[in-house]
């Protein structure tokens, strides 16, 4: 964790999903807000003077041509931002999710699709109560250049396409996102990485190795027997021989 002021690109992040938090009753909860106060309260919270507790998650990979990567930006406990990163083999696409009360008000997200004959570029932006979708807008070009000269068109969306639990659960790396020992990869006898992965879900990390630690050597003594426990590993992102690797900082074995 750690704390630094928050400068984020709103024109190259976010728009997510799931059902619609409930209260203690069962009934849907919304908070009070319009568009006029969503865009304020979101220019504030985006201001450089903000401070926030950060924590990253790992990049999560599903195949050859799938990643996904969530960050959670907070205050006081509580979470004021998501953004997410997913990479398929159709494109890119960055999301923001803004929450505010505990709930989610504001949905932005920046999509990038590439073929072989064109590209094309989105931008989504959704206006939420926690409860409902007060109102979506959209805007799409081939040249991104020209998405800034763009009027948005609203369009129709609806809180059941979210799911606003997935972000929390990679950074916090529960459920399809808790990761087990799976092996140690060799490259070279300079490089290796610990793979840890999520059979049930199909979802794994490699973590470079750049200063073993004690749970590297316990781990290693005995790889077979270590297999399939779950490791809850920290990491920072570093950009080496001019390729971004996410290197292994420690971690927990969970008994």
């Known amino acids: 964790m750690k704390k630094s ?100 008000i504001f949905v932005e997200e920046y999509i990038t699709i590439a073929d072989t004959m064109t590209a094309l570029y989105i931008e989504r932006k959704a206006y939420l109560n926690g409860a409902i979708v007060l109102k979506a807008y959209e805007k799409k070009s081939e040249i991104e250049e020209e998405l800034t000269n763009i009027p948005f068109k609203e369009i129709t969306m609806t809180m059941n396409q979210f799911d606003f639990d997935r972000a929390e659960k990679a950074v916090t790396q529960t459920e399809e996102y808790e990761m087990r020992f799976g092996e140690f990869l060799t490259i070279d006898l300079t490089m290796s990485y610990l793979i840890l992965e999520n059979e049930e879900s199909g979802y794994n990390v490699a973590l470079l190795i750049m200063q073993p630690d004690e749970l590297i050597d316990y781990l290693w003594a005995d790889q077979a027997g270590n297999q399939g426990k779950i490791i809850r590993p920290y990491h920072q992102m570093m950009q080496l021989g001019g390729m971004e690797q996410m290197v292994y900082m420690g971690g927990d074995l969970i008994e």
């Open 5 to 104: 002021g928050l400068i984020i690109c709103c024109s190259a992040l976010m728009l997510l999903a799931a059902c619609a938090p409930k209260g203690e009753d069962g009934k849907i909860v919304s908070v009070e807000v319009d568009e006029k106060s969503i865009d304020q309260y979101v220019a504030e919270k985006l201001d450089t003077s903000q401070t926030y507790d950060i924590l990253p998650g790992m990049r999560f990979s599903r195949g050859e041509n799938y990643a996904y990567t969530a960050v959670r930006f907070s205050q006081q406990d509580s979470a004021i931002l998501y953004t997410e990163k997913i990479e398929e083999a159709s494109g890119i696409t960055y999301r923001n999710i803004f929450y505010k009360e505990g709930k989610p």
